[in-house]
């Protein structure tokens, strides 16, 4: 072989060998090699979520005997969800509320995601994280600052009263359901926008041109063109903040009052002064069972838009 | 893709609302330091003089102390363990081809969704079955589980966002996994590894539920606070040590998430030029 | 350099992704110091070959030698192969030194031995004093020369080229083309060239093996590529080519006949191997082995025809003759030879001939 320049052969010589019997099998299967990587984050997930909900699982069917349990498995926790119209009360209410928020959520964002998308040119990051931003300031401050705000010598009855325009404090402000609502919207209105951006920024510009040289104008475009292809994303967003407001336990309880509790309240409840954890682990189990069930109209809702626009 | 001109007109009403939509997303939260300088111990207007007696309050209160310092001893360990195990499991759902990636992705995703009150309370139940004990590992374990999530979700798009013939080529020079990790891909996901440690951080340092439901006799900051919200006359503190947390938890969250997009925008051009 | 044995074996390998067969049954033999390419069009497996030679995937069936040794479980930092490519691969967050440098870290060699050893590197790829230059500072051309430059340093047996020249534009790529050969020539190794461009598979090539959808269709030296197809499939995708069907008639060992629709009756010089009496076959022929002219030539085979349309192309012109018993035009390429010089008979009647030993027998497909 012709020498290239003056480089020491043996000092670049690799050695053909081949290695150990692990390597050689890690090597030749591609799969055993990923999940040998992701085997303590799923290891993690499996003993801090999986086994959880068995466990879970397995004790809804127990009932409280004194301050222990009677482990015979019964249908007795469901039955009660099932008879007793507080605990269906409290569900309706829970969806109902956290429904009402989704809607105000994504309403209010729509707009402001299309803003983004549409009419901002420069500095676009710059927006996305201002906007994000506060979903990452604590759940609990951000809660917090509404009962600054909706107190009874709150922000909003003290200037009220301090301008002359009412006499006594507004006792409806807070521990209301409204006050409630108002918050989660408020609280998960930095999420929403991302998803909603998203599907917005993906909208082929050329097809809002041709729209408009159909003879489309602002209006109709938007309605024909720039919703529907849209659609993905409001639905994307309305499942993210759906999902975990159904099962919110700080806002009502520190918003909510006898009259916004929610269904989170109740299970804390359970697991804690109500002590009865087969009741508890009921209700969680039938909170997850609505989320599966909700998570599947979502997907079949994707599918369908997605099914529409291709 | 940029707009033809037409699109891109101005509009003012929706240029309005943009401003209104801030005002209203930073507002209430702004609200937090105002009063927590506000000379009453109540919370409302008109405001009634400048004081910083509600953070001296603090200073010279233990529980404060102890809980920030459990805090903290909670969220460094979690961090960093939820961004290596990120890292691990970010790694290996771009680069192998494993089966049932897409299941294993949205099981991992999973937390994210699923309201927190339920892990927590499906986790005590766990600890109590096991009989473990509640203190600050639980804590931390229920945190970790919080923030993987996010961790894979901020590594992710990092890994995608450089090519894998660079590993390849890594390989091909000679050199085997591990020097390749550190050697090539370690300093090309730097920016995603340093966004995740710093969120994740956060996220621990700010976490309520699983605090809540998890914490033995030492607790973290958020659970003091919310102890502290059943004493009125303690409301002013409650601001004030809520300040802190926010004027703490912003500088890093703004700079995880710059450096996070950052990294991102930059590398794209450049795989753009090539 | 003993260019006859087989340093690279390939043997009856195949290549799953999934249920996806992106390699099938392949074997090929490439001799030490050869220049060998692979040529097929995107999609047909050749990255795929590649990275089975490189080591990135392991093959699904059937084993690779190197120099004599089974590459089966040989992860690519130990085989002595380098690549180059398809994008480079240039690490964007070091400068070209320590890219170039980057697989001598092993050697554990002083520094300035290290810096050294690149500066005659970047001597030899015509960029001296980069060294300090960023990766995201350098041009296509120039990143393409540093990969070279990294994987050379190691003085790998085999260096795997993929696409190496297809992100460059034309006039560069055909600089780059002839100065790859030089360096081949200069540094003796073997080079193992993927690309889709037939032109540069010719020019560049010692052989070259042509590939579709995951299989080899042939091997052979560039003319015997191109004067002797062995499919159809070959015969289209390097250069133009005529077909025309035809039966075969063997004379004992005298030779053959065809009888094709459209030129006739073909005397063969020699019967071709495989084929049957009777069977049917295709003749092929390249548009430059016609020629056209306007009295019947009687020293060669030649039909009637009239010339249907015309392409003029600068240094040649195409010309499409439509003859009796055939719906598709004949396709002519012939030089200009002289300046504005009509084509011949361009008004009318013109005779098509060919040489014999032009014409080329394939399978009916
Ligand atoms: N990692 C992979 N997973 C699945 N299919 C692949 C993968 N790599 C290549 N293929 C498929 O194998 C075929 C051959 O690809 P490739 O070798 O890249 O072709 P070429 O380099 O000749 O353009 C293509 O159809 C491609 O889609
Ligand atoms: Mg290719």
């Known amino acids: 072989m012709t020498q290239t320049s003056s480089i020491d052969p043996k000092v670049t010589s690799r050695p053909t060998r081949t290695s150990g019997r692990i390597a050689r099998l890690l090597y030749r299967n591609e799969g055993l090699r990923g999940y040998l990587l992701m085997s303590p984050t799923l290891i993690i997930l499996t003993v801090g979520v999986i086994i959880p909900f068995l466990i879970l699982l397995v004790i809804s069917f127990w009932t409280r005997a004194g301050v222990g349990f009677d482990t015979t498995p019964s249908l007795a926790n469901y039955a009660r969800v099932v008879n007793e119209p507080m605990f269906g009360i409290l569900l309706g209410r829970s969806f109902w509320m956290s429904g009402i928020a989704t809607v105000a959520t994504i309403a209010i964002c729509y707009p402001m995601a299309y803003f983004v998308a549409f009419h901002v040119h420069r500095n676009k990051m710059f927006w996305l994280i201002l906007i994000t931003l506060p979903f990452w300031i604590s759940y609990l401050l951000r809660v917090f600052a509404w009962r600054v705000i909706l107190g009874y010598e709150g922000v909003i009855n003290s200037s009220l009263v301090w301008l002359g325009w009412i006499k006594a404090p507004l006792e409806f402000l807070l521990y209301s359901p409204t006050a409630v609502i108002i918050t989660l919207t408020h609280a998960w209105a930095a999420f929403a926008i991302l998803p909603l951006y998203v599907s917005l920024e993906k909208i082929d510009k050329s097809l809002l041109v041709a729209a408009t040289d159909l003879g489309d104008g602002p209006v109709a475009r938007f309605f024909r063109i720039t919703l529907p292809l849209s659609m993905p994303g409001v639905i994307a967003a309305s499942f993210l903040i759906f999902i975990p407001t159904t099962g919110d336990y700080i806002t009502p309880a520190l918003l909510g009052g006898p009259d916004g509790m929610m269904i989170g309240n109740l299970i804390q409840a359970q697991f804690g002064s109500i002590n009865n954890w087969p009741m508890g682990a009921t209700l969680s189990i039938i909170l997850m069972l609505w989320i599966a069930a909700v998570a599947l109209a979502f997907l079949y809702l994707t599918r369908l838009a997605q099914a529409r626009i291709a | 893709m940029s707009a033809p001109t037409f699109l891109r007109r101005p509009n003012r009403v929706l240029s309005v609302y943009a401003i209104l939509f801030l005002v209203a997303l930073y507002f209430p939260i702004l609200l937090i330091p105002l009063f927590s300088f506000n000379d009453s111990i109540y919370v409302r207007f008109p405001l009634e003089g400048f004081t910083t007696e509600w953070f001296g309050q603090l200073w010279d209160r233990q529980p404060v102390w102890d809980s920030l310092w459990a805090s903290v001893k909670v969220g460094l360990p979690v961090s960093i363990l939820s961004t290596t195990l990120g890292v691990l499991a970010a790694r290996s759902i771009t680069r192998d081809r494993v089966p049932g990636r897409s299941a294993v992705v949205t099981f991992i995703m999973l937390p994210l969704v699923i309201p927190t009150l339920i892990f927590g309370v499906a986790l005590l139940a766990l600890l109590s079955r096991l009989g473990v004990p509640l203190s600050l590992y639980t804590v931390a374990f229920g945190h970790l589980i919080v923030c993987l999530p996010f961790s894979v979700a901020t590594l992710l798009p990092r890994f995608e966002g450089f090519d894998r013939s660079l590993e390849q080529a890594s390989a091909d020079l000679g050199e085997n996994g591990w020097w390749t990790f550190w050697r090539v891909t370690f300093p090309l996901v730097m920016p995603g590894i340093v966004a995740s440690l710093l969120l994740t951080f956060t996220i621990s340092f700010d976490e309520f539920i699983m605090a809540f439901f998890l914490s033995g006799n030492e607790t973290t900051l958020p659970i003091y606070l919310w102890t502290q919200l059943r004493f009125p006359q303690q409301f002013p503190s409650v601001l004030a040590l809520a300040s802190l947390l926010i004027l703490f938890s912003l500088p890093l969250i703004l700079i995880g998430m710059w450096i996070s997009r950052l990294g991102l925008h930059e590398n794209t051009t450049k795989g753009a030029k090539t | ?365």
């Open chain 3, 1 to 365: 350099m003993n260019g006859n044995d087989a340093y690279i074996s390939i043997r009856n390998v195949s290549k799953f992704f999934g249920t996806f067969q992106a390699i099938d049954d392949v074997s090929l033999d490439i001799a030490g110091g050869e220049f060998f390419s692979l040529l097929g069009a995107s999609g047909s497996g050749k990255t795929t070959l590649l990275s089975m030679l490189a080591g990135f995937e392991p093959a699904t069936q059937g084993d690779i030698f190197i120099d004599g040794q089974s590459m089966d479980s040989v992860p690519p930092n130990h085989r002595p192969v380098n690549t180059v490519f398809q994008n480079y691969a240039i690490f964007p967050h070091l400068n070209v030194r320590d890219n170039i440098a980057y697989g001598l870290r092993k050697a554990q060699l002083p520094r300035a031995k290290r810096y050294e050893m690149v500066d005659e590197m970047l001597e030899l790829i015509k960029l001296p004093g980069y060294g300090t230059r960023k990766a995201h500072e350098l041009s296509g051309g120039q990143r393409q020369r540093i990969a070279l430059a990294r994987a050379l340093i190691l003085r790998p047996k085999v260096l795997l080229l993929d696409e190496p020249l297809g992100a460059l534009d034309k006039q560069l790529r055909e600089q780059m083309q002839l100065e790859l050969r030089l360096l081949q020539r200069k540094v003796g190794i073997t080079f193992v060239f993927v690309t889709h461009d037939q032109e540069e598979a010719l020019a560049l090539s010692d052989r070259i093996a042509v590939m579709q959808g995951g299989r080899v269709l042939q091997v052979d030296t560039p003319a015997g590529l191109y004067e002797s197809p062995n499919s159809r499939a070959v015969a289209s995708f390097i250069g133009n080519m005529n077909f025309f069907p035809g039966k075969l008639r063997r004379n004992g060992t005298a030779g053959a006949v065809v009888e094709t629709e459209g030129l006739g009756s073909l005397r063969l010089p020699q019967a071709p191997n495989g084929q049957p009496d009777g069977a049917r076959v295709q003749v092929a022929l390249r548009p430059e082995k016609f020629d056209l002219s306007v009295t019947k030539p009687d020293d060669r085979p030649s039909v009637e025809g009239r010339l249907a349309n015309a392409a003029y192309m600068g240094e040649r012109s195409h010309f499409y003759i439509a003859i009796d018993g055939r719906e598709e035009p004949v396709a002519v390429s012939a030089q200009n030879r002289l300046r504005f010089g009509a084509p011949p008979g361009s008004e009318g009647k013109l005779w098509l001939s060919w040489s014999a030993d032009a014409v080329v027998v394939l399978d009916a497909e």
